[in-house]
């Protein structure tokens, strides 16, 4: 390294500790206790000598403790039900510091002993999860289904805080039975006997993304054999059925063109000049173009079990399948080279009438999913 790189080494350096210390010191100052203390322990490790950083790390560390214990003392006070959690995050505030400090032995010169509260967070975690899980049993208590979804999450959060915490699983099962909606999805009925393998296709994809639902949404599905030997009460019924339609729609398009390319050299002339001899080849190409057209149009509807309709659509889909050929008479040398690949082509036979079924099913499917995702958000 020559003598320019290592002063620009070295006033970086020593920029980047004056911008640490002072940093540190602008936390403590401006009240920021507990940045003042990581910023001074992480200086400490690369410079355990540093006399200001160890000023900092003592006065921060003393306000901040002081000040998370006095945070805990007006928590207590207050009429929060959830006041426990917060009380948590104090403690563990204070912790994190003393773990800090413990993890920088220059740091333990200045802070020998700072303090952990270990026993007073498992004491508030409890504390904190008793206060969940009652407020979850009252609201339990008001049987409607919002109360229990509400009831859910408190049970919940109370084994999160504090897991196996008394009864808090079971808790948490019966409070998302009771806030779960059940819905019976009748099938798709097609009449007609050509298509009905086609139609159980798209109704075991019905059935697949129903039962692979969401798992922790507050919403199942059944199919109506389910529903049959269900003990449950129902709340609503989702229909599927096909308004209208086809399949293998065929249309053919037949077009001539007259095509002819210029400037195509065949020879020279035999005098000493050789000038180039051009001739002009031309022939009719015909492109023949089928398309069968498949598309139906399903209805959706989600009804209560009073058989009142809660929401309605008309969901279209379409499957376009295609395919192109040619015929020439007359000179191959006005040919394109896309001329020649679609000369080289066959008239390929069709999916079969099933298969086309399937095809135009595709994007109703995608909108059911959509439709389905989108309207129980809610719930």
């Known amino acids: 390294m020559n003598g320019n790189g290592f002063k620009v080494l070295l006033i970086l350096l020593i920029t980047s500790i004056l911008v640490s210390c002072s940093s540190g010191k602008k936390a403590l100052q401006n009240g920021d206790y507990d940045k003042a203390v990581y910023t001074a322990i992480n200086r400490l490790k690369s410079n355990p000598n540093k006399s200001k950083a160890i000023s900092t790390l003592s006065n921060g560390y003393k306000y901040a403790l002081e000040r998370h214990l ?11 039900i959830f006041k426990w959690e917060q009380v948590i995050n104090e403690y563990q505030n204070i912790n994190y510091l003393a773990n800090a400090i413990a993890d920088c032995p220059s740091c333990m010169e200045a802070v020998p002993n700072p303090e952990k509260y270990i026993a ?10 008793e206060a969940r899980y009652n407020n979850g049993k009252k609201l339990l208590a008001k049987n409607n289904r919002s109360a229990s979804k509400d009831a859910y999450f408190d049970f919940e959060k109370a084994e999160q805080l504090y897991p196996d915490f008394k009864d808090a699983q079971n ?23 050509l298509y009905k393998l086609s139609n159980e296709y798209f109704q075991d994809k019905i059935y697949e993304f129903m039962k692979n639902y969401e798992t922790k949404s507050f919403v199942k599905f059944f199919t109506p054999d389910e529903a049959r030997v269900s003990k449950f009460k129902f709340d609503q019924v989702l229909s599927l059925n096909f308004d209208d339609f086809i399949v293998g729609q065929t249309y053919v398009k037949e077009r001539i063109e007259d095509i002819k390319k210029d400037s195509i050299k065949t020879g020279v002339t035999r005098d000493s000049t050789k000038k180039p001899i051009y001739t002009t080849a031309t022939g009719k190409l015909t492109t023949f173009e089928k398309t069968i057209t498949s598309s139906g149009l399903l209805d959706f509807q989600i009804r209560d079990m009073n058989g009142n309709v809660i929401t309605h659509e008309k969901m279209p889909g379409t499957f376009v399948w295609r395919d192109s050929w040619g015929t020439y008479r007359g000179d191959e040398r006005a040919l394109t080279d896309n001329d020649k690949r679609l000369l080289n082509r066959r008239e390929t036979y069709p999916p079969a009438p099933q298969d086309l079924f399937i095809e135009f099913t595709k994007p109703i499917f995608d909108q059911l999913t959509y439709k389905v995702r989108n309207f129980y958000s809610r719930y």
């Open 70 to 80: 006095s945070r805990i003392n007006d928590i207590k006070l207050t009429d929060d």
């Open 120 to 129: 007073e967070t498992s004491d508030a975690k409890y504390f904190a999860a």
């Open 171 to 193: 808790m948490m099962d019966s409070a998302y039975f009771a806030a779960l909606i059940r819905v019976v999805v009748e099938p798709v009925l097609v009449n007609s006997r």
